[in-house]
């Protein structure tokens, strides 16, 4: 599956951005998907995955409460919520999925990536 992230932007703390990531080329449905994002200067880290079917979500600590990943079979898209945004959430966020994956915040464990979207909150 081909994946095409969008919805990243410039806004300020305590806003919200909502991010877009459209699957493309393969049976969207089989796939567990994820959202990770790599700060400047940092490794790429987990932020949050579901299941192939939306009822299994897991979260990073840093953004529970304030992110929510969902998903749409139909469309063969994913979302990331991004509610009260923080200087720190500043990155480039990716999309990830894999075939008949158990939920993860295993990188290694996605094998097909989107470019990235880059979201940038100011202080």
């Known amino acids: 599956v081909q994946l095409q992230a969008s919805g990243g932007g410039l806004v300020q703390a305590g806003d919200s951005l909502r991010l877009s990531c459209a699957a493309s080329g393969g049976t969207f449905s089989w796939y567990t998907m994820a959202w990770f994002r790599q700060a400047p200067g940092k490794e790429r880290e987990f932020v949050a995955a579901?299941?192939?079917?939306?009822?299994?979500?897991e979260y990073a600590d840093s953004v529970k409460g304030r992110f929510t990943i969902s998903r749409d079979n139909v469309k063969k898209t994913v979302y990331l919520q991004m509610n009260t945004l923080k200087p720190e959430d500043t990155a480039v966020y990716y999309c990830a999925g894999q075939p008949f994956a158990a939920v993860t915040a295993v990188e290694a464990d996605f094998g097909s990536w989107g470019q990235g979207t880059q979201v940038t909150v100011s202080s």
């Open positions: 579901i299941s192939t079917t939306g009822l299994n979500r």
